[in-house]
């Protein structure tokens, strides 16, 4: 199938403190993205990757493309309160993209 | 430069009925995406179109429809509405280097009673 499995689908964490999510996907994919969602708005873009072995950042966040090209992660460094919010996943394929269930991340301040 | 724009921002129906959104694509992108989003399904593809052409549709039943005009604005439409056809449905354009660099719009709510 085309499943992603998101993990953890929850963060509940100090403020300062790195972050790290992963996705997994059961088959190989050429385009991994990770978006971030706050309430009553649509996803934001944060990070594409389009290369096995690409370790890209944006900031404090820095998300990789796995080898086997079935899996990605972001990592979000030294956690502030505005970084709460849903973190997706997705994959492209077909002009579509498939998402994973998210992971929700709370910090305190 | 603006970002997507979706309206309406939210909407009531009663079951049986239909509903229209409409989006606009961040200007010079050409290909629009919708997009269903649930607590249950999470966000779920329904479809895209580029040049006003359709070049993917999602597992959808066949009440859900879409279209692009000649200036990349785009309509979906619903026809008699279910219980469980309330959700967020979010537009994104792009029009970058690749399909897959998504810009969404805030989304809008439809709940049908």
């Known amino acids: 199938g085309q499943q992603l499995n998101q993990s953890p689908q929850s963060m509940f964490i100090q403020e300062g403190e790195d972050v790290s999510m992963n996705c997994t996907s059961s088959?190989?994919?050429?385009?991994w993205l990770w978006y971030k969602q706050e309430p009553g708005e649509g996803p934001v873009l944060l990070i594409a990757?389009?290369?096995?072995?690409e370790l890209t950042s944006n900031g404090r966040l820095t998300a990789q493309f796995g080898i086997t090209r079935k899996d990605s992660f972001l990592n979000i460094s030294a956690s502030i309160p505005s970084d709460v919010g849903i973190y997706f996943c997705?994959?492209?394929?077909?002009?579509?993209?498939?998402f994973g269930k998210g992971t929700l991340l709370t910090v305190n301040p | 430069k603006a970002g997507v724009t979706q309206t309406p921002r939210y909407l009531i129906k009663t079951r049986g009925q239909q509903v229209t959104l409409s989006c606009s694509p961040i200007?010079?992108?050409?290909?629009v995406s919708w997009y269903q989003q649930t607590p249950g399904q999470g966000l779920q593809f329904l479809f895209e179109?580029?040049?006003?052409?359709?070049?993917n549709k999602g597992n959808f039943p066949g009440r859900f429809s879409g279209r692009q005009f000649s200036n990349s604005r785009s309509e979906m439409n619903v026809s008699t509405l279910e219980l469980g056809d309330s959700a967020l449905y979010l537009c994104?354009?792009?029009?970058?280097?690749?399909?897959?660099?998504?810009?969404f719009g805030p989304g809008t709510r439809l709940t049908v009673t």
């Open positions: 088959s190989i994919f050429n385009t």
């Open positions: 179109y580029f040049s006003e052409t359709q070049r």
């Open positions: 994104a354009s792009s029009g970058g280097t690749s399909v897959y660099e998504q810009y």
């Open positions: 200007s010079g992108h050409r290909s």
């Open positions: 997705a994959r492209g394929s077909n002009y579509k993209l498939t």
């Open positions: 990757l389009y290369k096995a072995g």
